[in-house]
């Protein structure tokens, strides 16, 4: 829009905007960042369960959906874009890129069954307060660094901009404490969920689900404390600016970025740590007697905590949209500039949310799930002593201002080594309840009736040939 003039009063073409001094440039980006993060991550939460498919088909050698193009199978959508003898689009080899939109319109034709004598009102509010948090916990995240705005005359609203504005739902000074706080309300939906249902599995769920994430939010927000400590704020801003200069905090405190990883595991629900579901025991942990919307609700929230917390994740130890990892060498980057920039910013950063979530995907599939004791005593036997530990050593090297990277590499390495010198003087000493024990069955070809000799090797002729189709032992 047109400036100002020197001294003067606005132009009377700029009075006008019945909404003018009510919504600030600030205000007025983070509004727009919200309603396209939340869709960002309404669409990522789709193409999630689609990508853990097709990681878990690669792992277990299979194809995965491969079948639901975005044509749906629909002759005349098939050929909407054909022209005669040329196809512009081939809707029907898309990669299964269509199941997502599938499953999710099976899920709101399936019947809404709720069985008899549950809670009515609490059964349908579960499902609404677990998502509720993962929906709103990326609010204070920098997506973009600042941006230069320019200046706007907008309909309505007046003129706007001219300023520098960040890139964030909310640019707030306790940033982190929010979204540790907001993270750890869905519990409550877990366990209104599991106590409504009237069943005697869910309610087991919800239980075990309750005490697992009470356990491992104290180490995580103790890994929390310790990057605050190092770093000196509260605010995410400046946790990616101490990262772009002095190198990410995954290199100089990989002590504190392993227990945030773990609990962010657990308080996910996500294997090893599954036990709140658990199918194996319990059916379907807490969310057994939920089907239709109600029961996508959860697969929903468990998603959207993925993505929040490896958000938060490279904010605390990737450095966000920071492309420096060793914090070395000129910066080439600056905390403010264009919109491109801020595009460039957006991209890095979720590339690393993406990399996180098949990381996260990867462990589901390749750790078998851990039996409920052994990950409480995780939790309170190690978990938890580390991070204190963590947090007094953190607490003596700030008030002596020992922050350099190499100091805090020094103090983590340290605590690893010095936890992992005491693990076994502590089994000995304290004996390991949650050690498996191999029970030796009678008769078995482990422990074989006294005077039987067991052969475990086969004898069919084709199971002993090197080559059993190109061999010469006759298949006949």
């Given amino acids: 829009g047109p400036a100002r003039p020197e001294g003067g009063a606005r132009p009377v073409a700029l009075q006008c905007g019945p909404m003018e001094g009510l919504i600030s440039s600030q205000l007025f980006v983070s509004l727009h960042v919200m309603a396209i993060v939340v869709h960002v991550i309404l669409i990522g939460v789709a193409y999630s369960i689609y990508l853990e498919r097709k990681i878990s088909a690669y792992i277990q050698d299979r194809v995965g959906p491969n079948r639901v193009g975005f044509d749906f199978g629909l002759l005349w959508l098939k050929s909407f874009f054909t022209l005669p003898g040329v196809r512009l689009l081939r809707l029907d080899r898309a990669l299964g890129l269509g199941q997502p939109l599938a499953d999710g319109i099976k899920f709101m034709l399936k019947e809404d069954y709720r069985p008899t004598n549950v809670d009515k009102v609490l059964f349908t509010l579960a499902p609404i307060i677990v998502v509720s948090p993962a929906l709103i916990g990326f609010m204070i995240i920098p997506w973009g660094g600042v941006w230069d705005m320019p200046l706007f005359d907008l309909p309505l609203i007046g003129e706007i901009g001219g300023e520098r504005v960040h890139i964030a739902g909310a640019n707030i000074n306790i940033g982190v404490i929010y979204l540790l706080a907001v993270g750890s309300l869905s519990v409550y939906g877990v366990t ?19 005490a697992q994430m009470i356990s491992y939010e104290i180490p995580m927000g103790m890994a929390l404390l310790a990057v605050v400590l190092a770093v000196g704020s509260f605010m995410p801003e400046q946790l990616i600016r101490h ?17 945030f990883f773990v609990c962010a595991l657990a308080e996910a629900n996500r294997a090893p740590f599954d036990n709140a579901e658990a199918e194996q025991e319990l059916v379907g942990g ?3 007697e939920y089907s239709s919307m109600r029961f996508a609700l959860f697969f929903l929230a468990e998603y959207s905590h993925m993505i929040t917390s490896s958000a938060f994740f490279a904010l605390l130890f990737l450095g966000g949209w920071s492309l420096n990892p060793l914090g070395v060498g000129p910066h080439m980057e600056p905390v403010a500039g264009s919109f491109l920039l801020v595009l460039a910013k957006f991209g890095v950063y979720f590339t690393k949310v993406i990399l996180l979530v ?3 995907m990867v462990i589901r599939w390749t750790l078998p799930r851990m039996r409920y004791d052994q990950i409480m005593m995780l939790g309170w036997h190690a978990l938890i002593p580390l991070a204190l530990t963590l947090i007094i050593v953190m607490s003596f090297m700030r008030q002596w201002g020992l922050t350099e990277w190499w100091m805090l590499l020094g103090a ?3 605590l690893i080594a010095i936890a992992m010198l005491l693990q076994p003087i502590l089994q000995r000493t304290l004996g390991n309840p949650t050690e498996n024990h191999k029970i030796p069955l009678y008769g078995s070809r482990f422990s074989p009736v006294p005077g039987t000799v067991v ?22």
């Fill in 243 to 259: 990262q772009t200069q002095n190198g990410w905090l995954i290199f100089s405190m990989p002590l504190a970025a392993v227990l």
């Fill in 455 to 476: 052969n475990t090797a086969p004898t069919d002729p084709m199971a002993l040939e090197d080559r059993p189709v190109q061999g010469t032992v006759s298949t006949a």
């Fill in 192 to 210: 209104l969920g599991g106590w409504a249902s009237n069943n005697k599995y869910s309610f087991l769920g919800g239980l075990r689900c309750t």
């Fill in 358 to 360: 098949c990381f996260m």
């Fill in 286 to 288: 807490y969310h057994t």
């Fill in 412 to 414: 983590n390495v340290g």
